[in-house]
Each structure stands twice: as C-alpha cells, then as structure tokens.
C-alpha cells in the first residue's frame, strides 16, 4: 500500500469513528445557533462566534453574558474556566504530535473538542507513525468542525427553536458517556470517574464552571493516588 | 443588537473570547517540542479522560432545574443509567445515544400517561 493511500485509510477511520458522535453533536450546534439568535446575535455573529470559538458550552455562556452586556473582562474569565479543560486536553495529546510543523500544531490545537481529544487518542495506540496519527486525528477532527458550523447556521437562520421536550442536549452526556467507557480500565481511572463526577455535582452551584475544574483536578489527583496504593498496571 | 452593546464590541469580544479559547487549545501541543514531560505529569494525563468527562456528564445528568435530584423522579438519571450498561456492554456510540434517548422519551411518555 502506499503511503498516500495509507493515510486517506487513516483519515477515513477516523471519520468512521466519530460519525455516531455527530448525531449527539448536531442538536447541541443547532441550539447553539438558535440561541444566539434568540437572544439578539445577528446570524452572521452567530457563525462568527461558532467558527473563532468553536466551543459549545462557552459560546452559550458568551451569547448570554453579551445579552446582559457584562464588561468584556467577565465574558473573557467565564470562557477561559469553560475552557480551561482544552489545556488538560491539550497536554494530554501533545505528546503524541511531538515533531509536527507548527502550522499543522496550530490547525491540530484549533480543532481541539472534547469529541476530538478522546476519540483521536484511541485511534494513536496503534499507529505508530506521526503522519498517520495526523490523517487519524483530521479525519475525527474536521467533520466535528463542519457539522458544528453548518448547524450553527442552520440553528441561526432558521431561528426557530427545536421542541424543547425532545430533550435532545441530553445527547451530549450520552456520547461522552460512550466515550469514556473504553478508558475506565482499572481502579485508578474508576476512582478518577467518580471523585471527577461527584465533586462537579458538589460544585454545580458555583460561578466560572469551578465545579467541573475543581472535579477534574481532585478527580485526577485522586486516581493518581489509588493506582500508587492498588498497583494498577502503567500503560502509557 | 444586544442590550447595550455595539455590534463593533460584540465582534471584539467574539475575536477576543475565540483567542483566549484557541491558546487554551494549542497551548501544550504548541510547547511539547521543547518540553520534557516529568514522569508524574505523565501518569496524572493518563486520569484525564475519565475525571474531565466525568466532570461534565454527572452534572447533565444528576442536576436538573438547577437542583441535585438523586430520587427516581429524575428521568435523566433513570435514561442515563440505562444508557450506561449499553455503553459499557456494547462500546458502541451510536446504540448508547439511541437507547438513551429512547428511554428518556418512553419514560416521559410514561410519566405523562400516569
């Protein structure tokens, strides 16, 4: 097979892999587009706001806080907690793109979701070239993209809202729910599942999403410490 | 337009929110070339897909109307749990959303029948 070849494969399982996940992505896009109208975004700041942001749950924190016209310092340090997961992510994955151009570093950060980070780290165990790593990640990554743009549109243009008793956002809690199944492997990542779940609860209340970061970082703490005190086997 | 904003300022703020959120992004996959990951660094990432999306489903699940429901009430919580046996039995996406949502719905049904 030749490389080209090799790499379309790559590219095309990872469309593969998040086709499923584009059916829980498409109303939370969609939402995001109407809302943004709803509350007084023209569509093209709508689509603005999908294509520089690209972050679903900070974009309805933004059109919310710019409808109540709060100083733009507030709107940057609630977007910056929403997000502030992205740089764990981030870290995360770097490792597997060590020696890429940093043009390709910038597009591969660009297109960094919660989707893109869990799915392409599975697709990397076993492709052991960088290139194909690459093909992989974009083929998860610029789907997520597109179907999340043209919802926006979709959402902004059509402006009238979907029926809010399909209840269908709960398709997102479902698809990471899906998501995170092939990583909880041993008691370390059981007791990070839990302590990472039950303290954002705890915190649902607070300001800046501190309840999802607080949750986060005592939940990776936490399975940290059980799989030193267990003897989890470490895979890295 | 939005109360009290120009349309100049909500494409500040949009430019602005969009590059904080992009650095956040490329941050360490921009650094990583001229970065040496210490080993403990290393093993606390390995927690980072289980704590971080732990972190965002519970809350979708459990909070409703801005409270903690835990009772059976919660057809979220009662859907989601379903959901999670066909995910860990399955791993498939498709048929954990399916049978997620199918549930929430045929719960709701049922709760508007009684």
Known sequence: MSGQTRLRDDFLAGARAVAPVLIGVLPFALIAGVVAVRLGLSPL????????????????????????????????????????????????????????????????GYLLTDQAYVLGLYGFSDRPELARRIAFYLGVALPLWLCWQVATVVGAVAGSRLPESWGLEFGIPLTFMAMIVPSITDKGTVAAALVGGALAVAGHALPWNLGLILGALAGIATGMLVSTLAGDEVQS | MSEGMSTTMVWLTIAMAGLLTFLLRWSFIAMIDSLEMPPAVRRALRFVPAAVLSAIIWPAVIVQDGAIDLWIDNLHLIAALIAAVVAWRTRSIFYTIAVGMLALWGLTALVNIA
């Open chain 1, 45 to 108: 700041a709508a689509s603005g706001l999908s294509v520089l942001v690209f972050a679903g749950a900070s974009q309805l924190a933004a059109i919310q806080l710019i409808h109540d016209g709060a100083p733009l310092l507030i709107i940057l340090v609630t977007v910056f907690f929403i997000n502030a997961r992205f740089t764990m992510y981030s870290a995360s994955i770097a490792p597997h793109f060590r020696g890429a151009r940093a043009r390709t570093k910038a597009m591969i």
